[in-house]
């Protein structure tokens, strides 16, 4: 006999197999059904990721308005080059200067720890008319620290270079610079934002608005226009010494925060996404404020910019992902870039606005050593 409870098991099978029967051979009641179009009922449809539609039109304005702006951003380019990068850092700024920087004449910034010569000087202040300031970076903010055992630290960068890990024996001081010290040097005291430029990069497209005043009425903290993966070899103990961190300062974690951008597992390992530093334009009092402050701290004590490679792009990305909100990090859609040997090509409607020289067929975006496809599905 029936009991009433088995007879209401019988009727919902008897309902989930037809559906799913006719899911398959009926398409049309599949996509009526589907769970994602049963959601967009309540939510309206699915809108493109945010970063996908176009700079609002009131950003563009004619270039007369833009030679006398009613309003700029309190923004500033910085450069941390070499005097030998002298080529390489002029080929980006020239390109710069004509594609951006002409019409909106942001204020330039050069940074070494040595001191730049005057040709130097003489061929960078000749390639614009906007202002450019020359610092020097203050000798505890560049070199290696006492405190980092040196017979651990030499024998870390022997072994990366005899096993061929990519800069293995080289770099340290500058990655630990752009990690935690660049945004405190005396010449950028007085910006909010920045845009760092290395040598030898391309700019493809015509930037006719500004992205500082985005950056500024959005709210946003972080720019980037490339992601993708760190080699581990570089960071084997990083995630441990963040886990650490977060654990003890979990306060200061971002409600909202980008977390799924870094870990597919809410935190218990790093996928090694990281956002590509040669390009940012960035909040530096983000950088400046208490949670990145004690983080970059934290990892420093750990010694693994020395004993380890750990780069600016994954310190920075973490840093971002986890004391900023999702949707103040922003992909720069509309901005063409490449720093070899990956590049950020625009397609369709944003190529043509840009007036882009790159060929769309050659974009990083979703190449499978990219990580935009997760930075997508956080929105
Ligand atoms: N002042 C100074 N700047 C440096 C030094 N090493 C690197 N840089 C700068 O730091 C940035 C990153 O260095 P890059 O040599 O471009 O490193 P990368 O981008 O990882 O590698 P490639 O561009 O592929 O060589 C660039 O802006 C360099 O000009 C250094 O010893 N002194
Ligand atoms: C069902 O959805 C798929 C994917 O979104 C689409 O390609 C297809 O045309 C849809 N079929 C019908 C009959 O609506
Ligand atoms: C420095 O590192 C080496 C190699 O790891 C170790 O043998 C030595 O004890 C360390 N020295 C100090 C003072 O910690
Ligand atoms: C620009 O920003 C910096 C850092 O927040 C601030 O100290 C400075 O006063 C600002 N300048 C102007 C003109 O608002
Ligand atoms: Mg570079």
Redesign the pocket.
Known sequence: MMTPMRYVVLVLGIIISLHYILSFSH??Y??ATSLSHITEQFTGPKSQPPYKEPVPDKYYKPTEQILEPDRKANATFVMLVRNGDLPGIMSSMKQIEDRFNRKFKYPYVFLNEEPFTQPFKDHITALTDAPVEFGLIPHEHWYQPTWINETRASAAREDMEKNGVIYGGMYRNMCRFNSGFFYQQELLQKYRYYWRVEPDVKFFCDVDYDPFLLMQDEKKVYGFTVSLYEYPTTIPTLWNAVRTFINSNSHLLAADNAMGFISDDGGDTYNRCHFWSNFEIGDLDFWRGEAYTKFFSYLDEQGGFYYERWGDAPVHSIGAALFARKDQIHFFNDIGYKHEPFQHCPQGAAHSKGRCWCDPTQNFDYEWYSCLSRYDKLF
Do not use: S
Request: avoid cysteine.
């Open positions: 398409e049309e599949g996509n």
